[in-house]
């Protein structure tokens, strides 16, 4: 009897692999090397003005040329990445735009830098559209606002070390040798990802039965049986780019990023030229809101993640983080410009940032939420938006302090950050998507043969 009651029992079934967070890392790489790639230019920039005799003003339209060009190639780039897949699409333009930074290396003057670094940015505008697209495909939604948290904090610490990592190559081996060595880390990646990614989970060899249950949200067999991807979607241009809530999306991402930007462009100069702190400090100071904005990418990812778990309620729970974060984010900008200490208002600008980056996870949540298989085309429409808005950002502060006026760029921030809070709380709906019709599919090559569902 005790036979027959053991042989009646069902073997114990296995615990699900963790294959989607090797993906998560591989991709979180990647938002690493971006900014590394990005950033790596604003050490070279003192040489490269000196040996080509540019001006603060042409090394600025140098640094302009980027984000003008990135904003640009973010459709195409989503586009792309929901019409072909992200494994192919990484394959291109990473090696693509890893060409790109070597050649900044071989330039000779104003023209021929403002010319390489506006096409290096068409390069790099697929990263964070593809990313966005592989991680709808790999996560189930109640992680989604988790790794976006990740991959965002990897590309803070990307910012954080390219200075001394840049630093340390130029001293050994001159600045030319900065734009070689981050391109053959896009190079490295690029093979890495093409090896170890695939399109679905279904078709990769480590994912068990239990993780794609889980990924689908479903325990059904019709969930966790291999998709059938022989086609690939047809972007509806029309319904996206009319939807309400779409632009909603991308004024709020408009908010978050040109609040953002003051970090990446003004905050040293900002340091030294009003607050008066020696070059030292700076360098030491200047990293302490992008260690505070890493902690409250993830947190702010997993915050989203956790509200949604316990409620069930998509709209609450990535609007009760991105709202109050975005509030109290321009309100820490009113002491920081106001205060005489420099130490405080580097504290209020610390708070600041924090607060501002807990908005992250949830932004890019959305683009998943509301886009479905057109989360890479959605999640380009927002971040050309904000990268058009940031791009505004060094114009105006500059336009402002020219004239004197080192306090009054906080407040026009601080405004700008308050619409943010007013259109993520009344207006921007995760559960209302920005497609008003199913999906049509075509020939997927990279796909196997795996099933393109509604679910994914």
């Not at 632009?247 to 340091?271: E, H, K, M, N, S």
């Amino acid at each position: 009897m005790n036979f027959l009651a053991a042989s009646s029992q069902q073997a114990p079934q296995p615990a699900p692999t963790r294959t989607r967070w090797l993906v998560l890392l591989l991709i979180s790489l990647m938002y690493l090397i971006t900014y590394i790639d990005r950033t790596g230019i604003s050490v070279a920039a003192p040489e490269i003005a000196k040996e080509f005799g540019l001006s603060q003003t042409e090394l600025g339209v140098v640094f302009s040329a980027f984000l003008w060009a990135y904003a640009v190639g973010q459709l195409p780039a989503g586009w792309c990445a929901d019409r072909f897949g992200p494994r192919i699409v990484f394959l291109v333009i990473v090696p693509f735009w890893s060409l790109m930074t070597a050649l900044t290396s071989v330039a000779s003057g104003i023209a021929s830098l403002v010319g390489i670094r506006f096409v290096f940015g068409l390069g790099e505008a697929g990263g964070f559209p593809t990313a966005t697209r592989a991680m709808q495909l790999w996560f189930p939604k109640s992680e989604r606002g988790t790794v976006h948290g990740v991959t965002h904090c990897f590309s803070r610490l990307g910012i954080a070390i390219t200075p001394f990592v840049a630093v340390s190559i130029m001293l050994a081996l001159g600045w030319r040798s900065i734009f070689y060595v981050s391109a053959a880390a896009g190079l490295a990646w690029s093979v890495l990802f093409y090896l170890v990614y695939r399109n679905l989970p279904e078709e990769h060899p480590r994912v068990n039965r239990a993780e794609l249950a889980y990924i689908r949200g479903s325990e059904t067999n019709d969930a966790i049986h291999p998709l059938d991807a022989t086609s690939r979607p047809m972007v509806p241009w029309r319904d996206i780019l009319r939807s309400d809530n779409m632009r909603y999306i991308a004024a709020g991402y408009c908010c978050f990023y040109y609040g953002t930007y003051f970090f990446v462009t003004w905050f040293p100069a900002y340091l030294l030229e009003y607050r008066h702190l020696s070059l030292r400090s700076v360098g030491t100071m200047a990293s302490v809101p992008l260690v505070a904005g890493m902690v409250a990418d993830l947190l702010g990812g997993k915050l989203t993640d956790l509200v949604y778990k316990k409620t069930g309620r998509l709209r609450f729970a990535r609007r009760v983080v991105a709202a109050p974060a975005m509030l109290a984010s321009g309100c820490f900008l009113i002491p920081a410009a106001l205060v005489s200490n420099p130490w405080t208002a580097i504290l209020c600008l610390t708070g600041s940032l924090f607060c501002l980056e807990l908005v992250i996870g949830p932004a890019w949540a959305v683009s998943m939420d509301v886009g479905g298989e057109f989360s890479g085309t959605v999640s380009g429409v927002m971040n050309m938006a904000g990268s058009f808005a940031a791009s505004l950002f060094p114009i105006i502060f500059g336009l402002l302090v020219q004239r004197g006026l080192w306090i009054a760029p906080f407040f026009v921030s601080a405004a700008v950050l308050l619409c943010g809070a007013t259109i993520w709380t009344f207006l921007i709906d995760p559960e209302k998507s920005v497609v008003n019709h199913l999906p049509t599919f075509c020939h997927l090559p990279d796909s196997g043969n795996a099933k393109l569902s509604g679910k994914i």
